[in-house]
């Protein structure tokens, strides 16, 4: 009889999960008009991930 070799398992690599607001469906960058799932609730717009960013950093947030 064959001795039943082990197989190696490659160790996986974890997923980077995109921090899309899955409550929201995918729709379009306002600025940039990629598909996006970004989305700002004080201003109702739809942003990309970087747009996103730029937009909270810089405050543009409609008060």
Excluded at 5 to 19: H, I, M, N
Excluded at 26 to 44: A, M, Q, R
Aim: net charge positive.
């Amino acid at each position: 009889m064959r001795q039943q070799q082990k197989r190696l398992q490659k160790p996986r690599a974890e997923k980077q999960t995109k921090e899309f607001d899955y409550n929201k469906p995918i729709s379009k960058c306002n600025v940039c008009y990629t598909l996006c799932g970004w989305h700002c609730y004080e201003c109702s717009i739809d942003f990309c991930q970087d747009h996103f960013i730029l937009h909270k950093e810089r405050g543009l947030c409609k008060k």
